[in-house]
Protein backbone atom coordinates (compact mmCIF):
# COMPACT_ATOMS: atom_id res chain seq x y z
CA UNK A 1 0.00 0.00 0.00
CA UNK A 2 1.25 3.23 -1.03
CA UNK A 3 0.92 5.96 1.84
CA UNK A 4 0.99 9.04 -0.61
CA UNK A 5 -2.07 8.42 -3.30
CA UNK A 6 -3.97 11.16 -4.24
CA UNK A 7 -8.11 10.97 -3.29
CA UNK A 8 -7.79 8.55 -0.90
CA UNK A 9 -4.59 8.08 1.03
CA UNK A 10 -3.20 4.67 2.17
CA UNK A 11 -4.05 5.10 5.68
CA UNK A 12 -7.48 5.68 4.65
CA UNK A 13 -7.32 2.78 2.34
CA UNK A 14 -5.99 0.18 4.53
CA UNK A 15 -8.66 0.83 7.69
CA UNK A 16 -11.28 0.29 4.60
CA UNK A 17 -9.90 -2.79 3.14
CA UNK A 18 -9.24 -4.39 6.62
CA UNK A 19 -12.89 -3.27 7.56
CA UNK A 20 -13.99 -5.99 4.90
CA UNK A 21 -11.02 -8.25 4.56
CA UNK A 22 -9.31 -8.08 8.17
CA UNK A 23 -7.01 -10.98 7.48
CA UNK A 24 -5.68 -9.97 4.32
CA UNK A 25 -2.36 -8.45 4.93
CA UNK A 26 -1.12 -4.75 4.04
CA UNK A 27 2.19 -3.81 3.44
CA UNK A 28 2.69 -0.03 4.16
CA UNK A 29 5.39 1.15 0.72
CA UNK A 30 6.64 4.86 1.52
CA UNK A 31 9.02 7.58 1.25
CA UNK A 32 8.24 8.73 4.70
CA UNK A 33 10.86 6.62 7.46
CA UNK A 34 10.88 7.97 10.76
CA UNK A 35 9.47 5.57 13.50
CA UNK A 36 6.54 7.92 14.06
CA UNK A 37 5.80 6.98 10.55
CA UNK A 38 5.94 3.67 10.98
CA UNK A 39 3.55 3.60 14.15
CA UNK A 40 1.17 5.50 12.22
CA UNK A 41 0.83 3.17 9.45
CA UNK A 42 0.63 0.19 11.90
CA UNK A 43 -2.11 2.14 13.63
CA UNK A 44 -4.47 2.79 10.76
CA UNK A 45 -3.86 -1.90 10.14
CA UNK A 46 -1.04 -1.92 8.04
CA UNK A 47 0.70 -5.17 8.83
CA UNK A 48 4.39 -4.50 7.68
CA UNK A 49 6.54 -1.07 6.77
CA UNK A 50 8.56 -0.52 4.52
CA UNK A 51 10.26 2.84 3.63
CA UNK A 52 11.41 3.59 0.06
CA UNK A 53 13.59 2.77 -1.87
CA UNK A 54 11.88 -0.56 -1.54
CA UNK A 55 14.89 -3.72 -1.77
CA UNK A 56 12.43 -6.82 -3.64
CA UNK A 57 14.40 -9.14 -1.66
CA UNK A 58 13.24 -7.75 1.58
CA UNK A 59 9.59 -7.18 0.04
CA UNK A 60 9.38 -10.80 -1.37
CA UNK A 61 10.41 -11.92 2.63
CA UNK A 62 7.42 -10.11 4.32
CA UNK A 63 5.10 -11.19 1.57
CA UNK A 64 6.38 -14.67 1.96
CA UNK A 65 5.76 -14.56 5.80
CA UNK A 66 2.52 -13.33 5.84
CA UNK A 67 1.57 -15.93 3.05
CA UNK A 68 3.31 -18.72 5.68
CA UNK A 69 0.74 -17.32 8.36
CA UNK A 70 -2.44 -18.28 6.49
Not at 3 to 29: C, E, S, W, Y
Not at 38 to 49: I, R, T, V
Amino acid sequence: MDINMPILNGFDATRAIKTQHPLLPVIAVTAYSTETDKELALSYGCDEFLSKPVKKPELFNLMKKHLNRN
